[in-house]
């Protein structure tokens, strides 16, 4: 397979990462695609180790047994840092971890998020909380990241950070309905009690009020800001090494524009681009876009 022919790493292991990523349909996919072999496997490793901790936030077993599987996922991290990984993602990550440089503390960091999932103060967190819950599970995939594209200068990380919560804060915007129905709900609770909404009430009054649209498009107005946020540290970079990250800013800044035009009225489906139109955002708004001004 031409996706594992290439000399270092465990070729069982890669062809796992390798499947991980393409059965997810994950909107990553386009970006990762566009790196050369090395730093495109360590990506599939890091986006592996995502899918398998995120994957047991979300699933049906009781919060105990889930925060047992993750408390052996932090075990994992530590035996991958020692030189002794026992799954098939750690494995493929341990090449990565040689060559890249990867920092353990960012692999905990994305496990503490996981674990926040799991607290009732993650219902309508207060925007402190939401920010770090941000920070956590999309920042430090932003962090490892940079390690593989070989993005060093400071701004990166600015960059970094900025660019992962504007893209947690559009994926919270377009699931609304689909983490309502599984009793989730990111929106903040500050916002929804500024517009009169009151979380306490339950899911179901939240969807059905008339003031729903306007808490979330105060919310895409921070995702909007922190994109903003992310174009002005961009001017700092090597937009080069950055460019699997261009391609997905064009397509969740698309998506949050489509989102913004649809508005939210509580029970509207997943809300996805077409692959023209995906490609057409990564492009135009993605890796050409023009380099940040300031508002006149």
Not at 214 to 238: P, V
């Amino acid at each position: 397979m031409a996706e594992i022919a290439h000399k270092g790493g465990n070729p069982d292991s890669l062809t796992y990462t390798v499947d991980v990523v393409t059965r997810s349909g994950t909107s990553f996919y386009l970006g990762m695609r566009s790196l050369p072999l090395e730093k495109r496997h360590a990506m599939y490793a890091i986006y592996a180790f995502c899918r398998e901790v995120d994957d047991i936030a979300d699933g049906p077993d009781s919060n105990a047994v889930k925060r047992s599987e993750l408390r052996e996922w932090r075990a994992e991290v530590e035996r991958l840092y020692a030189g002794n990984p026992t799954r098939p993602a750690t494995r493929a990550l341990a090449d990565a971890v040689r060559r890249f440089g990867l920092p353990r503390e960012e692999f905990l960091a994305i496990i503490d998020g996981m674990e926040m999932d799991l607290d009732d103060a993650m219902f309508a967190p207060d925007g402190t909380r939401l920010r770090l819950y941000c920070r956590r599970v999309a920042g430090a995939v932003g962090l490892l990241s940079l390690h593989a594209f070989g993005a060093d200068e400071p701004e990166a990380q600015t960059f970094a950070l900025a660019l992962g919560e504007a893209l947690q804060l559009t994926n919270i915007l377009r699931d609304v309905t689909e983490d309502a129905e599984q009793g989730r709900l990111y929106l903040p609770g500050d916002l929804l009690r500024r517009h009169g909404i009151d979380p306490a009430a339950g899911i179901s009054s939240v969807l059905s009020s008339t003031a729903l649209d306007a808490a979330c498009r105060d919310l895409a107005a921070i995702a909007h800001s922190r994109f903003a946020d992310a174009d002005r540290a961009l001017l700092r970079c090597r937009r080069s090494r950055l460019r699997p990250a261009l391609l997905m800013m064009g397509i969740y800044e698309e998506l949050l524009d489509m989102l913004e035009r649809r508005g939210w009225h509580g029970h509207e489906p997943p809300l996805s681009l077409s692959k023209p139109r995906k490609l057409w955002a990564a492009l135009r708004r993605g890796l050409f876009r023009p380099k940040w001004r300031p508002p006149a």
